[in-house]
């Protein structure tokens, strides 16, 4: 298992906000916070800062552009909004040159434009520097690369699903109503969707790559 230096909160810039309580709560549980775009506001309005900025501000709000035009409340990575990467590119660029191996908490990434929504997952698959996670207030979820697994406790009753988002992933999941045991997933196929958790259950992808919902209400 590889060693996690640090855990990392990444606030997008989703127009789907997640919850002032969510996000004083993620931040109180990570050892850094980055702030994408917009993501400031939503760090802003939780009474929230960021120990760094990363984004070409075409979208923060004019208070938020002060803060980052002054570059004094917090480190600031502005990029000309014509470039090449996303800004969450940039961000997760950014974790890797500050803290190699860092854990990746990822929220307000979810909702809005569908292209843009295809995108954050990709990107979050292609980090594979150490586990990556998905927290709105909704749902958790995590990406499973070759040989991870997440070990899921106290959900007894509550919505699970699983999507391979790689070709040739094959997946064991226990604990749950509907049971696999290394069973091909295809890829974005509906093999996972809507399982229950039934007792403490375990995830495990043994090939390819997979992200893994565990929504936070029961049936």
Aim: with cysteine; charged share 25%.
């Amino acid at each position: 298992m590889r060693p996690v230096a640090c855990k990392v909160l990444v606030v997008c810039g989703s127009p789907v906000v997640a919850s002032a309580d969510l996000l004083r709560r993620l931040a109180g549980e990570c050892d850094h916070v980055i702030a994408v775009d917009s993501g400031l506001d939503a760090l802003l309005d939780a009474g929230l800062s960021c120990d760094v900025y990363v984004g070409d501000a075409d979208t923060v709000s004019d208070a938020g552009r002060v803060l980052v035009d002054a570059a004094e409340a917090f480190e600031v990575e502005r990029h000309d909004p014509y470039k090449d990467y996303t800004d969450l590119a940039l961000a997760l660029d950014s974790v890797r040159r500050r803290w190699p191996g860092a854990e990746v908490v990822t929220t307000c990434a979810t909702g809005g434009r569908p292209d843009m929504a295809l995108s954050v997952l990709g990107l979050l698959a292609g980090y594979e520097d150490a586990p990556v996670w998905i927290a709105e207030d909704k749902v958790v979820a995590r990406i499973l690369h070759t040989g991870e697994s997440w070990t899921i406790e106290g959900a007894e009753g509550k919505t699970f699903s699983i999507i391979a988002i790689a070709p040739n992933t094959e997946v064991s999941e226990h604990g749950l109503e509907w049971e696999l045991d290394h069973s091909p997933l295809g890829l974005l196929a509906d093999t996972g969707i809507s399982n229950v958790v039934r007792r403490t259950a375990k995830i495990q992808v043994h090939t390819g790559t997979a992200i893994a919902y565990l929504y936070q209400l029961a049936q």
